[in-house]
């Protein structure tokens, strides 16, 4: 009987996006042969995955959830190839109940949430799983995680997107408030909380979008920054979500809604996760 190194357990993996304990028994009652592992594993769908990694999962369902404290709110997108999956009691049961694992282990990232139980086997072997069950691609494709006072969440279109956002205040009356600002990320997509957040390589992008822009237009060559660094400005007031135009009422901010409501009230952060 040949020795199975954790090299050989480690590439089988990468080769099939199976679990390390079943490749390993794979490899085992193999013998050691690759493909006579890999037809082992097919079995369980997971070759399916391998044959099906050029396909892309699109459709699918995002689901939300906040703890009873509403101090913690994750939201996850369970992707598939066609709607008519996505739509399935079973997928979307299944959505909830990774959701829930998320709510309840709080992992860091995607990759620590896959590495999750899920009964007796992982999360992400219950993803693989699935590939043979459903005959399509199915991934965890998203994970997000945030702390707060106090979390809202908003699910928007049919679970075809949602968002969780943290308040700074934890009072029950500012709940109504959130929803409202959560249901302005899915609506306006904004790309950071405020300018501080936006990242570097956007602002530097944005930049020169606007010095060619005004180049175009025959502006000096004097003046292409300055004229640049004001188009800018209207970027972080379209595209941060404090300064946008609140979408119930256009004559005031994000910002000014909440101090509206509550002098010192805010959003602490977001996370919006979508299909597609």
């Known amino acids: 009987m040949s020795t199975i190194s954790a090299t050989d357990v480690k590439n089988l993996r990468e080769m099939t996006g199976a679990g390390m304990m079943d490749c390993k028994a794979a490899l085992t009652e193999a013998n050691g042969d690759f493909d006579k592992a890999i037809e082992i594993l097919r079995l369980k769908g997971q070759k399916l995955s391998i044959k099906r990694a050029d396909r892309e999962a699109k459709e699918g369902v995002v689901y939300a959830l906040v703890s009873n404290d509403q ?11 066609t709607d008519f999956v ?6 979307v049961n ?5 959701a829930q694992i998320a709510l309840d282990t709080f992992p860091a990232n995607l990759e620590e949430l896959l590495q999750q139980k899920y009964h007796n086997i992982t999360v992400g072997e219950k993803v693989s799983e699935q590939v043979g069950v459903i005959g399509e691609k199915i991934e965890l494709a998203d994970y997000q995680r945030i702390e707060a006072p106090q979390v809202v969440s908003y699910i928007h279109m049919g679970n075809k ?10 009072e029950d009356k500012f709940k109504d408030a959130g ?8 609506a306006m997509k904004p790309v ?3 300018k501080d957040g936006v990242d570097a390589s956007i602002i530097e992008k944005e930049i020169e979008i606007g010095k060619e822009l005004a180049r175009q237009e025959g502006k000096p060559e004097d003046m292409l920054e300055k004229i640049a660094l004001g188009k800018l400005n209207r970027f972080f007031k ?13 004559s005031v901010s ?23």
Do not use: P
């Open 71 to 81: 101090k913690r709110g994750v939201v996850i997108r369970l992707s598939s190839e």
């Open 86 to 91: 996505a739509k399935n009691e079973n997928f």
């Open 94 to 98: 299944l959505a909830k109940e990774f």
């Open 161 to 170: 997107a949602g968002v969780i956002l943290g308040l700074n205040k934890s």
């Open 179 to 186: 929803r409202d600002v959560a249901m302005q990320v899915a």
């Open 192 to 194: 950071a909380l405020d």
């Open 238 to 250: 379209d595209n941060t979500l404090l300064a946008q135009a609140f979408v119930k009422d256009n």
């Open 254 to 276: 994000v910002e000014g809604y909440l101090k509206s409501i509550d002098k010192d009230l805010t959003v602490t952060g977001f996370k919006h996760i979508k299909l597609g």
